[in-house]
């Protein structure tokens, strides 16, 4: 974007500047091109052949499978008929109907209910979404779905030289579509993260003695889930939107809290810290109420935990000691 600014200089030299503000880089894994409500870039990646066609094998397994109980179920109700009402005919319709289901009514159901995700794609961690990456609607599934029993699997039409076509088009579009997607403008995403497993940031220690002094009264329960959704998506953020709505929900925290931080850090710090202190108010609160329940309600009190690796160890006997004295 091209913006022109005026700048006037001692109120006798003007001259105009062109200033081309430059996007920031993407991330290494935000190759989907969905940008949140916030106007944020998420780390989202495309799915592309390779995870795509291991999602395709598992479905066909669970399509074969639902066509040998749909097909059982077909014979048994064929079996049922009169001998006179069956025919070529009748048997060619049913097996029609039964592709149709197996084929076309499997994905489109199962992406209706499943939020866009077959077995498969629930397996290898896929999942269906519009070009925007809002939800999928049975429109864009039945699309993708006729589109892709004509043209991509099995390929009714031209067979062999449809699946050249098709794996064309995934290897050579940005985001990895395939026929059906670019009909139905839907993309495929990953739903699990590039790591098997990424911590949250904890509170850095040395803001821990000032979290310790925080007024959070004034902190509700809306701007807590804010700070919370916000160190969750930490991993999924580009950097430049993590500072920017870091510094953006910093400014809404600052202005309920005291006292100010002593000294700089980056803004997810701090929101870190007052996540932590709340967190750790909230549970001796509700140790301090556990403590009451149990001295009032022993049975209520709950039972020690063993530490891990370490089994709990049956109390030994008292020794046996003289009958008391009945008075």
Do not use: N
Not at 132 to 149: E, I, N, Y
Not at 210 to 228: E, F, K, P, S
Not at 279 to 304: M, T
């Amino acid at each position: 974007m091209l913006r022109h600014v005026r700048v006037e200089i001692h109120s006798f030299m003007v001259f105009t500047v062109g200033v081309r503000a430059q996007p920031p880089p993407p991330s290494r894994w935000a190759d989907a091109g969905l940008v949140s409500g916030e106007a944020v870039e998420l780390d989202v990646r495309a799915a592309r052949l390779g995870s795509r066609v291991l999602a395709l094998l598992i479905d066909l397994v669970v399509q074969l499978g639902l066509a040998l109980v749909l097909g059982a179920a077909l014979s048994m109700l064929v079996l049922a008929l009169p001998p006179d009402l069956m025919d070529a005919a009748l048997a060619g319709g049913l097996q029609v109907v039964l592709l149709v289901l197996v084929l076309v009514g499997y994905p489109v159901v199962m992406e209706r209910f499943a939020g866009g995700r077959t077995v498969g794609k629930l397996a290898v961690g896929l999942r269906v979404v519009r070009a925007d990456g809002g939800p999928v609607g049975v429109g864009q599934s039945l699309a993708r779905a006729l589109v892709g029993v004509a043209v991509e699997w099995p390929g009714l039409v031209l067979p062999l030289l449809s699946w050249a076509a098709t794996v064309t088009v995934m290897l050579t579009d940005p985001r990895g579509r395939r026929l059906g997607d670019l009909v139905a403008g839907t993309l495929v995403v990953h739903t699990r993260g590039a790591s098997v497993w990424r911590p949250l940031p904890p509170a850095v220690p040395p803001l821990l003695a000032w979290a310790g002094t925080l007024d959070l009264t004034r902190v509700d329960d809306g701007l807590a889930l804010a700070v919370r959704q916000y160190v969750d998506r930490l991993p999924q953020l580009a950097a430049a939107d993590r500072v920017r709505l870091g510094r953006e929900l910093w400014a809404e925290v600052a202005a309920v809290t005291s006292p100010p931080p002593p000294w700089t850090a980056p803004e997810w710090a701090y929101l870190a810290a007052v996540l932590a202190e709340r967190r750790r108010r909230a549970g001796y609160r509700l140790g301090r109420a556990r403590a009451v329940s149990g001295a009032l309600w022993p049975e209520l009190a709950p039972a020690p935990a063993a530490s891990p690796g370490v089994p709990l160890r049956r109390a030994a006997p008292e020794p046996a000691g003289p009958d008391p004295v009945r008075r």
